[in-house]
């Protein structure tokens, strides 16, 4: 039976996140006349809201009524589909290859010795790079350009089937396209030569630094917001000159494999110009060209060893930005993807580079099943306003809760992480997480819980009170003993040890005391634990503003 999430042609992209109708069958139970023969049982979306109803709900005091958590997707995007060699045919062909891998791999030595040497003499002298390159040098990148088709060639791409073409500059002066291998920015490079956007880190890698640099690249740093912003403002600056080449994009900002387009960054569609899609295929049988979890040494080596690598390129119409700019780039994004997947005849998840840093941690750690730890991080982060990095920090507190070859974490573990007892908290805290009540949670139920905890308004506000309640002296500092106290009102019966555990989690830089940055970061770090405070928040009285503000809690 064919398989129908990425395989099967589809009539018509779908996204992930539209209600999917679900029947719930409950194997272990007899017939029921709860429903007439005649009635159906209710069916269940997965966008419904599970709430907490079987234990009170812990966070109720910073104003939580319960949390709903996405349905899990079982799509990896990022999961090359031959990252081992199989099958007698492929083993034979590798062994024919070989002679041929090593004329191929002396061509590729030799165009890239060539193209290196030219990049550099067209950047020779070349200062006022603020302004389009001089069109004698550029005419000189056209050896470098003729030596990135040889390259593709040495690679196996010996022709290269086009289906329509590109628009003139001056209509689409910005082109996006989606990223599945090393080898799509060597094609535009040739192609089109355009301006392209990419990360700080590429400008320190050998020989390709120096090309990139002749592309006039523009450096991002996705971690940092004022670098997003500077570049966003230069594609604007670029895409409104038509003396700068075109500017060339991958909004889904890292490679996929192809079968599904992951969620798109903003920064193509942010100034606003018409923009023209283009996407790229691989067919294949028993080599799948992607660049996923596969290192690129042997992908380049399978690249060698293959008598012809197939490779698709489609020019789409013309996207025309929305009139409204409050509609805003998202709205030009969804078109442009919709686009896009169309074409591709495939769904657009909302999977994102934070997904390939969770599983790669996930992988890097060892787990036996990495690809469970993905979220689709584009949606949770548009959910919850988390970063990715700040995921990936919450994926290493629940990996360390010693999760299951399924990458599920139950109540024993989920409390000695967080280096709570076993108590009545603990499992109300536990049953929070555990919307669906089969006593485990998963890292996307307990993110989904974590940064549900954040969102509350009255978050930062319980954590200033909860310090105020232990810094009795006014000195900016917790008095341990207050503290103490107040970890037992929550939690009765903890030994010395465990309170001691407990008390090393907010001494963050271990100097021995706890201050108001000590406290305020561990809660920031595990909001979980604010639940702690709870029954001294909500028995104490404060007096002026503090009044105020339990007020609100309460």
Request: charged residues 20%.
């Amino acid at each position: 039976m064919a398989e129908h999430d990425l395989t099967s042609p589809l009539l018509s992209p779908r996204f992930s996140d539209q209600p999917q109708t679900v029947l719930a069958v409950d194997e272990d139970s007899e017939p029921s006349d709860q429903f007439p023969s005649n009635h159906q049982p209710p069916l269940q979306t997965h966008n419904e809201e599970k709430t907490t109803l079987t234990s009170p709900n812990p966070y109720a005091f910073l104003g939580s009524d319960g949390h709903s958590v996405p349905a899990p997707t079982t799509v990896d995007p990022f999961r090359n589909g031959t990252p081992f060699i199989s099958g007698v045919y492929e083993a034979v062909k590798i062994v024919l290859c070989l002679p041929i891998m090593l004329l191929r791999l002396v061509l590729f030595g030799a165009c890239l010795a060539v193209g290196y040497i030219a990049t550099r003499i067209a950047l020779e002298g070349w200062k006022d790079k603020q302004n389009p390159m001089p069109k004698w040098r550029c005419r000189i990148m056209w050896v470098t350009r003729i030596c990135a088709r040889i390259i593709l060639f040495s690679f196996g791409y010996q022709w290269i089937r086009r289906k329509g073409k590109p628009a003139p500059r001056e209509i689409a002066p910005i082109v996006v396209s989606n990223h599945v291998s090393y080898i799509e920015p060597i094609f535009y490079f040739y192609e089109l030569f355009p301006t392209i956007v990419a990360s700080e880190s590429h400008d320190s890698m050998p020989f390709v630094g120096t090309i990139i640099r002749a592309m006039q690249v523009i450096y991002v740093n996705r971690f940092s917001p004022a670098s997003r912003k500077n570049a966003v403002n230069e594609i604007k600056r670029r895409a409104s000159c038509d003396k700068f080449p075109r500017v060339l994009l991958f909004p889904e900002g890292t490679t996929t494999n192809g079968k599904v387009l992951i969620s798109f960054q903003l920064g193509a569609f942010i100034p606003g110009h018409p923009i023209q899609p283009i996407i790229v295929h691989y067919p294949h049988v028993h080599f799948d060209q992607s660049w996923g979890l596969i290192s690129l040494a042997k992908l380049m080596f399978r690249m060698f060893t293959q008598f012809h690598n197939y490779m698709e390129v489609e020019y789409l119409p013309i996207i025309m930005p929305p009139d409204n700019e409050k509609l805003s780039a998202v709205h030009f994004a969804e078109r442009t993807g919709q686009a896009m997947a169309s074409a591709l005849n495939v769904v657009q998840t909302s999977h994102s580079y934070g997904d390939l840093m969770l599983l790669m941690k996930a992988a890097e750690l060892q787990q036996e099943r990495p690809w469970s730890y993905m979220v689709e991080m584009a949606r949770i982060e548009s959910m919850y306003h988390i970063s990715s990095l700040e995921a990936v920090d919450f994926l290493d507190k629940f990996l360390s809760m010693n999760p299951d070859t399924s990458g599920c974490v139950k109540l024993h573990d989920f409390s000695r992480g967080l280096r709570l007892k076993a108590c009545k908290l603990s499992e109300e805290i536990f049953g929070f997480l555990d919307v669906e009540k089969n006593g485990s949670i998963t890292f996307k139920q307990f993110l989904v819980g974590v940064a549900h905890v954040m969102k509350q308004p009255l978050f930062m506000q319980a954590c200033e009170l909860a310090f105020a309640e232990c810094d009795v002296r006014g000195d900016n500092y917790c008095m341990k003993e207050e503290l103490s106290n107040i970890l037992r009102h929550a939690v009765p019966d903890l030994n010395e040890d465990e309170v001691h555990g407990l008390l090393s989690q907010f001494d963050s830089n271990t100097d021995g005391r706890i201050s108001r940055d000590d406290f305020i970061t561990c809660l920031r770090k595990n909001p979980l634990l604010i639940a702690l405070f709870s029954p001294r928040l909500l028995q104490k009285n404060f007096s002026r503003g503090g009044d105020r503000m339990l007020e609100d809690i309460v």
